[in-house]
C-alpha cells in the first residue's frame, strides 16, 4: 500500500489556468506538508497543516492555497499559473513536528 | 532560522570505494537532521536521521551518518559503493517545536556518481 499518495503524477497545462493536485496519506499521520522542487532539485517548504491548522505558511503567492478536508488529505489549488509555478510538487507526511516526513513520489506541473 | 550547506554539487566515486557527502547545518538551537535519497523521478526516502543520544547514527543501505555539534557537521558515509547508491542525497534539518509542524530546511543536494 502507498503510504503517501498524490495524483496525477503529470500535469501539463497553460498559463492562466487553475489546477489542484491532491494528496492523501494512509499511515495516520498529524501533520502534512507541500514541498516545491525546482528545475536545480533545490526542496522548499510551502506549506504544513497539524490537524486542519495551517501551521507553516512560507513567502509563496497568494495563488497557492491548500486545503485539508481532513487529517488523511491536504490538496494544493493552484490559480491563474504562471511559467514560474513549473516545477515538480511533494506530498509530504510525519507523525508531529520534527519525525521524519514521509513523501509522495511528486506532481511534475508543467506550464506552456 | 536554521540552514544546511552540502559541500559538492557532485561527488563521484568508483564501485567499492568510500563514499562521503558532506553536510553542515546552522541552527540556533539543537537540530533534528536527516539524510534522504531521490532517486530518478522519485520522491524522497529516508536515509537515517539524528534527534538525540548516540551521535553516530545508522539508516538503511548500509549508510551511516555522525552528528558533531563541534563541527556543526552532519556528514553521510559508506564504506564500500555499489551503483544502485547513484542517486540525489539530500541533507535536511527541522527544530522540533512541541508538537508543531515544522517543515524541513533542505541543502541543496549532492548527485552521486557511481563509476564500474
Known amino acids: 500500500d502507498t503510504a503517501v499518495s498524490q495524483t496525477p503524477k503529470y500535469l501539463v497545462t497553460q498559463m492562466g489556468n487553475d489546477k489542484s493536485i491532491k494528496c492523501e496519506q494512509n499511515l495516520g499521520h498529524d501533520t502534512m506538508y507541500w514541498y516545491k522542487q525546482d528545475s536545480k532539485k533545490f526542496l522548499k517548504i510551502m506549506f504544513s497543516?497539524?490537524?486542519?491548522?495551517?501551521?507553516i505558511n512560507e513567502t509563496v503567492p497568494n495563488r497557492f492555497s491548500p486545503k485539508s478536508p481532513d487529517k488523511a488529505h491536504l490538496n494544493l489549488h493552484i490559480n491563474s499559473l504562471e511559467l514560474g509555478d513549473s516545477a515538480v510538487y511533494f506530498c509530504?507526511?510525519?507523525?508531529?513536528?520534527?519525525?521524519?516526513?514521509?513523501f509522495g513520489d511528486g506532481t511534475r506541473l508543467s506550464i506552456l | 532560522a536554521q540552514s544546511v550547506t552540502q559541500l559538492g554539487s557532485h561527488v563521484s566515486v568508483s564501485e567499492g570505494a568510500l563514499v562521503l557527502l558532506r553536510c553542515n547545518y546552522s541552527?540556533?538551537?539543537?537540530?533534528?537532521l536527516f539524510w534522504y535519497v531521490q532517486y530518478p523521478n522519485q520522491g524522497l526516502q529516508l536515509l537515517l536521521k539524528y534527534t538525540t543520544g548516540a551521535t553516530l547514527v545508522k539508516g538503511i543501505n548500509g549508510f551511516e551518518a555522525e552528528f558533531k555539534k563541534s563541527e556543526t557537521s552532519f556528514h553521510l558515509t559508506k564504506p564500500s559503493a555499489h551503483m544502485s547508491d547513484a542517486a540525489e542525497y539530500f541533507c535536511a534539518v527541522t527544530l522540533y517545536s512541541g508538537g508543531g509542524a515544522d517543515g524541513l530546511t533542505f541543502g541543496k543536494g549532492t548527485h552521486l556518481i557511481i563509476q564500474p
Open positions: 509530504a507526511s510525519s507523525q508531529e513536528g520534527g519525525k521524519p516526513q514521509h
Open positions: 497543516y497539524n490537524n486542519k491548522e495551517l501551521i
Open positions: 541552527s540556533s538551537v539543537p537540530p533534528y
